[in-house]
């Protein structure tokens, strides 16, 4: 018991790391949210609404500047203040993002939104057990294999995220006459709007598939869809 004890700290901490940091980020997007109120975009996810049946969209501005968007457990989009300012200047056309809503809404309906809000607020936390725990059996190196085996495992889990809410956003564009080509062509435009990221982290450890791959993917369901499948 008394060699398991500093591992079940370790865990201990890290879920309460994890809980606070999870009513951080909501208190900070209720804090820092408003709803969207622009004809232009309403009108297009008035047509994802109809098309999944449901009554409204419910999409928020979250007043930060890096280009992103981010679904809520309980099913509040949030597009940031930087991605909504490239609409509103012509960079991003509203079709383009009508299909950032979708993608996000699929993260909703697919239920990665709550392992989502871990990746977003709670990585910390685990990088901080493992350290802890790791540090006892192999000091100095553990830290790296900790800051590793994190990055590792979120990029993994985000990534297989990210290719099944792109089929779900596909699927509703689609059934709503709105089309994949938008997605297509805004995967395009994300490599320059956050070009921060590109070039600097190795492939393997972006959060987000590679552009090319994931239009690739939208043209093998193109594909398979005209197929009659
Ligand atoms: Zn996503």
Redesign the pocket.
């Known amino acids: 018991m008394l060699k398991l004890t500093p591992i079940l700290l370790a865990i201990a901490y890290a879920v309460v790391m994890y809980r606070i940091s999870v009513w951080r980020t909501h208190r900070d997007l209720d804090a820092r949210s408003t709803e969207l109120a622009d004809p232009r975009l309403k009108r297009l996810t008035d047509r994802l609404a109809a098309a999944l049946n449901i009554a409204r969209v419910p999409v928020y501005i979250y007043e930060i500047d890096p280009v992103n968007g981010l679904a809520a457990p309980d099913g509040r989009i949030f597009i940031t203040r930087g991605f909504y300012r490239k609409f509103q200047n012509g960079e991003v056309s509203a079709e383009e993002m009508a299909s950032v809503i979708a993608?996000?809404l699929g993260?909703v309906a697919l239920g990665h939104a709550r392992r989502r809000m871990i990746d977003f607020s709670g990585q910390n936390a685990l990088r901080t057990a493992l350290i802890l725990v790791l540090n006892r059996f192999i000091p100095l190196i553990g830290v790296w294999i900790a800051n590793g085996l994190t990055a590792l495992l979120a990029s993994r889990l985000s990534r297989g995220?990210?290719y099944e809410?792109d089929e779900y956003a596909a699927a509703l564009l689609t059934k709503a006459g709105i089309g994949i080509e938008p997605q297509k062509s805004l995967f395009r435009k994300l490599e320059t709007l956050t070009q921060a990221r590109a070039g600097v982290v190795p492939a393997w450890l972006m959060s987000h598939p590679k552009t090319d791959e994931r239009i690739a993917a939208l043209e093998r369901l193109e594909t398979r869809w005209s197929d009659g499948g």
């Open positions: 993608h996000e993260h995220d990210e809410a």
